[in-house]
């Protein structure tokens, strides 16, 4: 059973930079590969919403609020997808979630527990 587990959220002021995992346990690195990931986040009292894909050949699509900011990557060795967060503001604030997506762009597994970033001074 594939098992996606997000980490690296945390405290950050305004300005600052984290950088947020998303591990894949269950499968290994070849299928890992085939799998497009994307990440996305759900502020309070907002639904939650897409932030950053990245597809099997590398290629990424961003949401327009962190084109710029934001960088989606993976390493296919360690069944990890990353979000590279900096110059964060405090509308960044949400619990960050990491799923598989299909080839309609649609999430494959269930949520996980997500990891909270907090922007504030």
């Known amino acids: 059973q594939v098992q996606l587990v997000e980490s690296g959220g945390g405290l950050v002021q305004p300005g600052g930079s984290l950088r947020l995992s998303c591990r894949a346990s269950?499968?290994?690195?070849?299928?890992?590969?085939?799998?497009?990931m994307a990440w996305y986040r759900r502020a309070p009292g907002k639904e939650r919403d897409l932030v950053a894909g990245i597809g099997i050949y590398g290629n990424t699509k961003y949401a327009d609020s962190v084109k710029g900011r934001f960088t989606i990557s993976r390493d296919n060795e360690k069944n990890t997808a990353y979000l590279q967060m900096n110059s964060l503001k405090p509308e960044d604030t949400a619990v960050y979630y990491c799923n598989r997506v299909d080839e309609d762009a649609k999430t494959v597994y269930g949520w996980g527990q997500g990891t909270q970033v907090t922007v504030s001074s």
């Open positions: 269950g499968i290994n690195g070849v299928t890992f590969s085939y799998y497009a």
